[in-house]
């Protein structure tokens, strides 16, 4: 090769490459627009303190979660006004029985007509006084309701995930704060995201939630909002969301040290609009546990590709495990942060 040809081979290359990094970037932000709420800046927070580790891993049974992911996914399309979306609704309450269950319901006045949302809320009470919200959407995408779309990864991974919590949960006494679980509903947008942004046509369940809790003073008892989506990829590395409270994640990042699963934790940043926008904005702590790289350039989210042979009963496990970890955790750090 001469040198002229080594320079122009030099040039197309970076040039691809380029071009290849702009692809990328532009895709990231057509997906999941970034919602205004910046980070504070790392060097101005004071240090965290950790609780010491009070020992043994919890219990989280990944065969039992996996097994409902495939129950739930079985169902078929599961977008709101469905008969598919009322069976997976009556599923997750028939998995509740006996638990004290909150059911939410109200009319959502969407870009595609007016739909019934139905929100479902568990709550297992502890003995300190507040709240630790987990939340999972368990709609799917409204716009490929014609197609084979199944959400295996999005929507069910992380509703089954929940109905295992539960199972550790139900019938203890907690010696910590309360855990409401909470499924919610048309956290999907209705119209195709390049017809209509994003946030203005998403999330509709748990804006609901929020807003309810703002006016009956619920809010104020809740200490943290962690959000599982996208959680079952046997490839998992979960995201450090800087749409998040960095304390929070901080937390959850101990706690997956604390269980020897750092390495599928906060390789990459990103920052992701997702269900726990609305909590962010109205001042609680928020940490939202997602892999927003479903497939090389996540190829498999949103198509009909998301199916269940993508998942891993391992990442089930390693995400509750840190779930269940992060609340231990909380529970003992007294004061928690300031938000
Ligand atoms: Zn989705």
């Known amino acids: 090769m001469t040198g002229a040809k080594l320079f122009w081979w030099i040039l197309l290359v970076l040039a691809l490459t380029l071009l290849a990094c702009d692809r990328d970037k532009e895709t990231a932000q057509n997906q999941l627009p970034p919602a205004a709420a910046p980070a504070p800046a790392e060097a101005t927070r004071p240090p965290l303190t950790f609780p010491p580790d009070s020992g ?50 109200f009319t959502a006045d969407t870009p595609e007509g007016k739909f019934p949302v139905h929100n479902i809320i568990a709550k297992y009470p502890g003995t300190k006084d507040g709240i630790i919200v987990i939340a999972s959407h368990y709609d799917t995408n409204y716009p490929l309701r014609k197609t084979s779309y199944i959400g295996a990864n999005d929507g069910a991974s992380s509703s089954a995930l929940l109905l295992e919590l539960a199972n550790q949960l139900r019938g203890k006494s907690r010696d910590g704060y309360s855990v409401w679980l909470v499924w919610d509903d048309a956290e999907e947008a209705m119209k195709p995201d390049t017809e209509m942004p994003f946030m203005d046509d998403s999330l509709y369940g748990i804006e609901h939630v929020a807003q309810k809790w703002q006016a009956d003073g619920t809010l104020k008892k809740v200490k943290a909002f962690l959000l599982a989506d996208m959680i079952g990829d046997a490839d998992l590395n979960i995201d450090r969301d800087q749409n998040s409270t960095p304390w929070l994640e901080d937390v959850v990042g101990e706690a997956a040290k604390r269980l020897g699963y750092q390495s599928h934790f906060f390789a990459r940043d990103n920052q992701v609009s997702d269900d726990h926008l609305p909590f962010m904005k109205r001042g609680v702590p928020c940490a939202d546990l997602i892999d927003f790289s479903y497939g090389y350039n996540n190829v498999f989210w949103h198509t009909p590709q998301d199916t269940v042979d993508k998942l891993s009963p391992q990442s089930l496990e390693i995400v509750g495990s840190v779930m269940l970890e992060s609340m231990r955790i909380l529970d003992r750090m007294d004061p928690l942060p300031p938000k």
């Open 56 to 105: 043994p891993a919890p219990a989280f049974d990944a065969d039992r979660a996996m097994k409902y992911v495939k129950e739930i996914v079985k169902f078929g399309p599961r977008p709101l006004a469905s008969a598919n979306h009322k069976k997976v609704e009556d599923y997750i309450d028939s998995r509740l029985k006996g638990d004290q269950v909150e059911d939410d319901i």
